[in-house]
């Protein structure tokens, strides 16, 4: 079965600065990555996901992210964040043979300040 | 906005009731997924329901149940409530129901308050 670690449960930044948000998996076999986001009282929002091809993908609202297979990593980035990224960002995996379900990290809290 | 709709937004019950949450899923998509969030447990997979069969069980208590009509929308029930079920209940549909998960689309969840 797969699973998800996001090691940093909270990063503070500075409204310009750059961001990188960590995300960690673990399977025995093939897989599909997603990152959402999660802004207050709202569902989730898919930002990009790697399901096979160019190692780096890009997604809305400026963020790309990394697929690194032998560091088993999917790190987001965004080269220059605003207030209004302030949101929880959810890394997620499912595995690309026989029947998966997602499976979620703890979510990282990204605070934004001027 | 996902395509995805949930109702209620908030409901506030009593200890050892029973509720019913409801979610409908974008237009076309077969596969239904319930999910519960809590600040401690995080986002947690309940159940998965495609063209209205159960497919996987994640922590799922045996006093949840789901089911998927022929319509395709979906209900979560939960009886015998706890304090401890206070969460957000998120619903998600997809196109896919094996060989991996493409893309869950997410409703804006139900607030269930356990008093």
């Known amino acids: 079965a797969q699973s998800v670690t996001q090691l940093d449960s909270q990063v503070p930044v500075f409204e310009e600065a750059p961001v990188e948000l960590r995300c960690n998996y673990s399977?025995?076999?093939?897989?599909?990555l997603f990152w959402y986001v999660q802004y207050p009282n709202q569902g989730l929002q898919l930002l990009l996901k790697y399901l096979s091809g160019s190692t780096l993908v890009k997604g809305i609202n400026g963020f790309e992210a990394e697929f690194n297979k032998s560091q088993t990593s999917f790190h987001l980035r965004k080269p220059s964040v605003h207030i209004s990224d302030t949101a929880e960002y959810f890394c997620?995996?499912?595995?690309?043979?026989?029947?998966?379900?997602?499976?979620f990290g703890k979510g990282t809290m990204l605070l934004v300040s001027p | 906005d996902s395509g995805v709709t949930q109702t209620p937004k908030h409901l506030i019950t009593a200890t050892g009731q029973r509720v019913t949450l409801r979610c409908s899923p974008r237009?076309?998509?077969?596969?239904v997924y319930w999910y519960q969030q809590s600040l401690d447990q995080g986002l947690q997979f309940l159940i998965h329901y495609y063209n209205g069969e159960e497919r996987a069980k994640g922590n799922i208590l045996e006093r949840f149940s789901a089911q998927q009509f022929p319509d395709l929308h979906s209900e979560l029930n939960l009886s015998s409530l706890e304090l401890g079920d206070s969460a957000l209940y998120f619903c998600?549909?997809?196109?896919?129901?094996?060989?991996?998960?493409?893309?869950?689309?997410f409703g804006p969840g139900t607030r269930l308050t356990v008093l």
């Open positions: 998600a549909s997809s196109l896919t129901t094996s060989g991996g998960v493409l893309e869950q689309f």
């Open positions: 997620a995996v499912s595995e690309n043979s026989g029947y998966s379900t997602l499976t």
């Open positions: 399977s025995s076999v093939s897989v599909y």
């Open positions: 237009s076309g998509d077969l596969s």
